[in-house]
């Protein structure tokens, strides 16, 4: 059974970082059958991809349009787990924030195993 | 960007109808399209995979079907824990988008 237990505050003050981490159990950062994910939910925004890490004989990073030049995805192959950090936030990136593993191979997605969400507010 | 739409935005319904909701896709995503299901509180749970095939677990009483920019998601007799909000989902090589949802409730 696979679990995702996210850590991380829950406030970050307006052009600071915010950084968050979620430690897998069940399966391993480093499979070449699963992609892990940033996924964010708000009001305004809903349901949004952020990235996602995966390693297929390397490491490779694909990172949503909308947030590019302010995130980093990184995997940790000792800890077993992956981190998010997204810069410059402001309120806009005020959100529940979910890591989730993507077990689709071949460009499929299945988003099938989440973490339990962290309520990430943006205010000074 | 390929950008979902789905309707109804919410619905109310019996115990035992007939439950269906659209999705429709701003250009043809084939059948790269899942549907997932959000309670109140919790992340969203994989229902339908690739338009049409049930994932592992779920119930058979939810279906789907569709290609190209037009799908829908079935729930054939509406069950008192089937109230939720319904997502679908379209990926392609830069990653995926969320529909807005579907709110469910009984009548």
């Known amino acids: 059974q696979v679990q995702l237990q996210q850590s991380g505050p829950g406030l970050v003050k307006p052009s600071q970082t915010l950084s968050l981490t979620c430690a897998i159990s069940?399966?391993?950062?480093?499979?070449?059958?699963?992609?892990w994910n940033w996924i964010r939910q708000s009001p305004s925004r809903g349901l949004e991809y952020l990235g996602r890490?995966?390693?297929?004989?390397?490491?490779?990073?694909d990172y949503a349009v909308s947030v590019k030049s302010r995130i980093t995805i990184n995997p940790d192959t000792s800890k077993n787990q992956f981190s998010l950090q997204l810069n410059s936030v402001t309120p806009e990136d005020t959100a529940v924030y979910y890591c989730a593993r993507d077990r689709g191979v071949y460009g499929a997605v299945r988003i099938d195993y989440w973490g339990q969400g962290t309520l990430v507010t943006v205010s000074s | 960007d390929i950008q979902m739409t789905q309707s109804p935005s919410s619905l109310s319904a019996s115990v035992g109808d007939r439950v269906t909701i659209t999705c429709q896709a701003s250009q043809d995503i084939s059948n790269y399209l899942n549907w997932y299901q959000q309670k109140p509180g919790k992340a969203p749970k994989l229902l339908i995979y690739?338009?049409?095939n049930l994932e592992t677990g779920v119930p058979s009483r939810f279906s789907g079907s569709g290609s190209g920019t037009d799908f829908t998601f079935t729930i054939s007799s509406l069950q008192p824990e089937d109230i939720a909000t319904y997502y679908c989902?379209?990926?392609?090589?830069?990653?995926?988008?969320f529909g807005p949802g579907t709110k469910v409730n009984i009548k």
């Open positions: 069940g399966d391993s950062v480093s499979s070449n059958s699963a992609a």
């Open positions: 690739d338009a049409s």
């Open positions: 890490t995966y390693y297929r004989s390397k490491w490779y990073n």
């Open positions: 989902q379209q990926y392609d090589n830069l990653g995926f988008t």
